[in-house]
Nanobody, 126 residues
Framework: QVQLVESGGRLVQAGGSLRLSCAAS????????MGWFRQAPGKEREFVAS????????YYADSVKGRFTVSRDNAKNTVTLQMNSLKHEDTAVYYC???????????????????WGQGTQVTVSS
């Protein structure tokens, strides 16, 4: 198990950029594939992006592809989400997640995820 804490969420103008960070505890961080999910008011939680244990593979939801970049630093036990060209539709609470499964399946099998952060609010003004 790994404990996760997100940070970096704030109010930002449409077209702007924001970087979210997720700090993980423990010395087994590199054994977890990591990802980001988000949940907007009145909507279900949706997959945003994920990254493999080594960082060699990345996966993105179609809605954010080309605008968001997920990365990780295993030496620092952190995963980040760089968000560019933000849209009002990106407004949501963003959650960091970790799994002993693969990054590829995070978007289709979120039920397999055992570790979740508390969430950080991102608000994009229109």
């Amino acid at each position: 198990q790994v404990q996760l804490v997100e940070s970096g969420g704030r109010l930002v103008q449409a077209g702007g950029s924001l970087r979210l960070s997720c700090a993980a505890s423990g010395r087994t961080f590199s054994t977890y594939a990591m990802g980001w999910f988000r949940q907007a008011p009145g909507k279900e939680r949706e997959f945003v992006a994920s990254i493999s244990r080594s960082g060699s593979s990345r996966y993105y939801a179609d809605s954010v592809k080309g605008r968001f970049t997920v990365s990780r630093d295993n030496a620092k036990n952190t995963v980040t989400l760089q968000m560019n060209s933000l849209k009002h539709e990106d407004t949501a609470v963003y959650y960091c997640a970790g799994t002993i499964n693969t990054a590829q399946v995070m978007g289709v099998r979120p039920d397999l995820i055992k570790s979740w952060g508390q969430g950080t609010q991102v608000t994009v003004s229109s």
